[in-house]
């Protein structure tokens, strides 16, 4: 019988583990019985949903909001810390510039608000931003771009971590704008950055191009400030010596 259930699971396209569900259910009726063994199989396949968004997303490391403090971070008035939290605001197409010092913690937030992003079953693709001008430029040239920039247009969320680190040349600084234009109020992007607005011309080298992403980015955006020192640099032995030298 049970090898039967199974056949027939599989040619109805539910999972394998609802036969094995059987015996953990208790119903007074069919009909919950029922009803119960089709939960449990929605259940499992949300779960199967996320932890594949997780792998699909890339993240360098997996970080959570686990201990992590906003006591060094300006949030403006336009954005709870809650609404961060629960990535709120990925739903409702906004971005998030993350600006502070390196060390300072926005790379650990925005992981974090990408991961709970998955977690509530939402797109989410982490990118150093050099390396997505990497993958931009070489698509161009092998003639796959198209594909790649409807795979970017999927997304609920995209993140471009270490922004402004790398200056860009012209090809990349156009490829990486009309990733930029394209998400502008459809989706919602994360930039983590350590350059001022003003400094941003020192990456695209184009003063028009310069302020058509930053009109883009800004609009429908929120901006939080990284006050804080170094986290890396705080816990490390030098750190801590030059902490101490300095008080």
Not at 6 to 25: F, H, P
Not at 38 to 65: I, M, P, S, W
Not at 138 to 165: H, M, P
Not at 183 to 208: A, G, M, P, Q
Request: glycine share 6%; aromatic share 8%.
């Amino acid at each position: 019988m049970r090898t039967e259930l199974r056949s027939c699971c599989k040619q109805l396209k539910l999972g394998s583990g609802l036969v094995d569900n059987i015996d953990l259910i208790e119903a007074g009726t069919h009909e919950e019985f029922l009803t119960k063994l089709l939960k449990l199989e929605l259940e499992h396949r949300e779960l199967n949903r996320k932890n594949l968004y997780l792998k699909q997303a890339g993240f360098d490391v997996k970080k959570t909001f686990a201990g992590y403090k906003f006591d060094a971070i300006q949030v403006p008035s336009t954005i709870t810390i809650d609404e961060l939290k629960t990535a709120q605001f990925v739903p409702q197409k906004e971005n998030l510039i993350c600006y502070g010092a390196v060390g300072t913690g926005k790379t650990h937030l925005a992981t974090a608000i990408g991961i709970e992003a998955c977690n509530r079953s939402l797109k989410v693709k982490f990118y150093r931003t050099a390396a997505l001008v990497n993958e931009l430029v070489d698509a161009k040239s092998n003639g796959t771009l198209r594909r790649f920039l409807k795979s970017l247009e999927k997304l609920d969320l995209l993140i471009c971590d270490e922004w402004g680190y790398i200056p860009l040349d012209k090809e990349g600084a156009q490829l990486l704008f009309q990733v930029v234009a394209d998400c502008y109020e459809k989706h919602s992007v994360i930039i983590t950055t350590n350059l001022e607005f003003t400094k941003w011309n020192s990456i695209f080298y184009d003063e028009r191009l310069t302020s058509a992403i930053i009109d883009r980015l800004i609009h429908h955006s929120h901006l939080l400030m990284f006050t804080g020192q170094s986290y890396r640099l705080q816990h490390s032995k030098i750190g801590g010596n030059y902490c101490h030298d300095e008080k």
